[in-house]
């Protein structure tokens, strides 16, 4: 069975100041993996997702993420955040063959002025 | 590209009443589409999986008598919870997969936030 866990349910960090949120998941096939981002009372949007080919994948707004087989891992990165990245942000994960997402719990990204 | 649509984006209803909540694939052809429900603070729940042309395929747990379920068209979903009651109340998210090369990835609506009194 799939599962996702988001290491980290708050994040604080300070503006300009660099962040990573962690992602574990286990699955014994391939998989797609994704970052979504949730501002309050909205919908998500999608940050990036890794398919296949580069293990290093860049999304939008700054963020990045790098694919580690071997520590099943897509720990999502940015090198300056902004007061406008504070958010909660979801991992999620799919395998082939099978439409249905996982998500892990969230974590929570503060950023203080 | 891939936008999701849903309306309405809140809605207040009396116990025992029905709401229906639309979800609209506004720029491709969705042949899936999903229903998610969020509580506060925590992560999306899958309610069901929509196939258009098709019944929907429910998760464990999930009525569906209750959080009925019509996909007829290829860019519309509706959810319809039948005779509401106050646990009902809820953030409802909706997602639609597109064919083709994007069709790893759900692209998600921004949300229904239903209240019953």
């Known amino acids: 069975a799939q599962s996702v866990t988001q290491l980290d349910s708050q994040v604080p960090v300070f503006e300009e100041a660099p962040v990573e949120l962690r992602c574990n998941y286990s699955?014994?096939?391939?998989?797609?993996l994704f970052w979504y981002v949730q501002y309050p009372n909205q919908g998500l949007q999608l940050l990036l997702k890794y398919l296949s080919g580069s293990t290093l994948v860049k999304g939008i707004n700054g963020f990045e993420a790098e694919f580690n087989k071997s520590q099943t891992s897509f720990h999502l990165r940015k090198p300056s955040v902004h007061i406008s990245d504070t958010a909660e942000y979801f991992c999620?994960?799919?395998?082939?063959?099978?439409?249905?997402?996982?998500f892990g719990a969230g974590t929570r990204l503060a950023v203080h002025p | 590209g891939a936008v999701v649509s849903q309306h309405p984006s809140w809605v207040i209803c009396k116990s025992g009443t029905s709401v229906k909540i639309e979800c609209r694939s506004l720029?491709?052809?969705?042949?899936?589409m999903f229903w998610y429900r969020q509580f506060p603070k925590q992560s999306l729940m899958l309610m069901a999986t929509s196939n258009e042309g098709s019944k929907a395929t429910y998760e464990q747990g999930v009525e569906k008598d209750k959080f009925l379920i019509n996909h007829a068209s290829l860019t519309l979903s509706t959810l319809t919870v039948t005779s509401a009651h106050p646990e009902d109340s809820s953030f409802y998210i909706c997602?639609?997969?597109?064919?083709?090369?994007?069709?790893?990835?759900?692209?998600f609506g921004p949300g229904t936030r239903l209240l019953v009194l």
């Open positions: 997602s639609a997969q597109p064919p083709g090369p994007n069709g790893e990835t759900q692209y």
């Open positions: 699955s014994s096939v391939s998989v797609y």
């Open positions: 720029d491709f052809q969705a042949t899936t």
């Open positions: 999620a994960v799919r395998s082939g063959g099978y439409n249905k997402l996982i």
